[in-house]
């Protein structure tokens, strides 16, 4: 079985402050220790100097053991929690997932 990278990336909107921002990371790294089949989680802030990001100023990778693990992952409660979240925060994700 392949493990699955997922990667996720984030438009905030402007009014939220980076504390902000640190915080709802803070909370996707404790969900991740919650949910079954999470081998590897990072997080950070876009520092290209290509100038591509169009946006997008923060993500994360996430490696899980299969896809079976990043479909459990997707509808898990905490990830439910997670979305609620951001989506009050973000103005804009993009998810990319990709077998290793």
């Known amino acids: 079985m392949s ?5 996720a990336l984030f438009k905030f909107k402007a009014e939220v402050t980076e504390d ?8 996707i790294l404790n969900a991740t220790e ?4 999470i081998e ?9 100097p ?12 996430m490696t899980l053991t299969d896809a079976a693990a ?3 992952y997707l509808t898990h409660p905490e990830h439910e ?8 925060n973000v103005e804009s994700v993009l998810a990319f997932d990709f077998e290793v």
């Open 20 to 27: 902000q921002i640190d915080d709802l990371f803070d909370q």
């Open 70 to 72: 990043r479909d459990a």
């Open 81 to 88: 929690k997670i979305k609620v979240l951001l989506g009050a």
């Open 34 to 37: 919650e949910i079954p089949g």
């Open 50 to 61: 290509e100038g591509l990001a169009q946006g997008y100023t923060h993500g994360f990778i």
């Open 3 to 7: 493990k699955v990278k997922h990667i």
């Open 40 to 48: 590897d989680y990072v997080s950070g802030v876009d520092c290209s």
